[in-house]
């Protein structure tokens, strides 16, 4: 079949190169503008665009989705086929364009975790399984019939992004499985059931905030679920700390939430939650490096007594 590939970031990129080696034909790829990225604001092309640019396809960056310059162009690629992975929302004019319409593939078991940040949320809940479904476009967002779907597990030791890691390469292979299944005949769609639909809603600095006030285990999933990228984070004497890993302590002593309990240079930082303690392994001082609680104790003389805002 003929495909044109809309997508964006790093997660769809393994998807776009399993279907560059298949027998499909991808006839041009569709993705944001370039922006400008780094402290040098240089302007810097997507993922995608990277990986079409290596492939030598026809790359469209349209800023409007409904313009009729942007309709024309896709339309002259006479595609089967639109594939979706991490990208806009398609209007009507673009996701039924092609013969057989468009196919998305969303990283979790829908109709769970509809939304833009399904595999943070996921974690975020502290769910042990997750996974990936493709579906057929349709006008409400993330609402379509199911092609298929393939369950991935969250080992405790998972964070955001292992997880996003995982699901994009077991994501590429099931996207082709179902384009397979779509160009044979052999997709057995299945309407999505509204009863056990779910939310993953964008994450805003709010939702990154450490609300020290809940259980350790509640703080903990929060930071595993947005780490390494964008991060949970905190403020201590004014300055803004990304906290990357941490682990429940036990048989802390108790103290108000967002006191520092333990503040020591071989062991690191612990924290009080509304419910048991954080034990900080890692962190990142907005602007500076990534290091451990310990040298973090280490280089700005933390001491036990201290409190993180919120």
């Known amino acids: 079949m003929r495909l044109v590939f809309m997508g964006t970031p790093r997660?769809?990129?393994?998807?776009?190169?399993?279907?560059?080696?298949?027998?499909?034909?991808?006839?041009?790829?569709?993705?944001?503008?370039?922006?400008?990225?780094?402290?040098?604001?240089?302007?810097?092309?997507?993922?995608?665009?990277?990986?079409?640019?290596?492939?030598?396809?026809?790359?469209?960056?349209?800023?409007?989705?409904?313009?009729?310059?942007?309709?024309?162009?896709?339309?002259?690629?006479?595609?089967?086929?639109?594939?979706?992975?991490?990208?806009?929302?398609?209007?009507?004019?673009?996701?039924?364009?092609?013969?057989?319409?468009?196919?998305?593939?969303?990283?979790?078991?829908?109709?769970?975790?509809?939304?833009?940040?399904p595999i943070n949320w996921a974690i975020i809940n502290g769910e042990t399984v997750t996974g990936l479904t493709t579906f057929l476009l349709q006008k409400e967002v993330d609402t379509g019939d199911i092609i298929m779907r393939r369950e991935v597990t969250i080992r405790p030791e998972d964070d955001f992004g292992s997880v996003h890691d995982k699901m994009a390469l077991i994501g590429a292979d099931l996207l082709l499985e179902s384009i397979d299944a779509l160009e044979s005949g052999r997709a057995m769609l299945i309407p999505q059931d509204r009863t056990q639909v779910s939310s993953a809603p964008k994450i805003t600095p709010e939702t990154r905030k450490i609300k020290w006030g809940r259980p350790a285990k509640e703080i903990c999933n929060l930071i595993r679920g947005l780490s390494p990228h964008p991060g949970a984070y905190s403020v201590l004497d004014g300055r803004k700390l990304i906290i990357l890993k941490g682990a429940i302590m036990e048989n802390n002593r108790q103290a108000e939430p967002g006191t520092i309990t333990i503040a020591d240079d071989k062991s690191g930082l612990a924290v009080a939650c509304g419910d048991g303690a954080l034990h900080i392994l890692q962190l990142k001082p907005e602007g500076k490096k990534v290091m451990g609680s310990a040298e973090f104790v280490r280089g700005y003389h933390v001491e036990a007594g201290k409190k993180f805002a919120g």
């Open 11 to 117: 997660f769809a990129v393994p998807a776009f190169e399993k279907l560059l080696n298949s027998k499909h034909q991808v006839a041009a790829v569709v993705t944001a503008p370039d922006k400008p990225r780094g402290r040098g604001r240089v302007l810097s092309p997507t993922p995608i665009k990277e990986a079409a640019l290596k492939a030598n396809l026809p790359i469209l960056q349209p800023a409007n989705l409904k313009s009729t310059e942007f309709l024309k162009d896709l339309g002259e690629f006479e595609p089967d086929l639109n594939v979706v992975v991490a990208f806009r929302i398609l209007p009507e004019s673009v996701f039924a364009l092609p013969r057989l319409g468009s196919i998305n593939l969303h990283a979790s078991l829908l109709p769970a975790y509809r939304g833009a940040a």
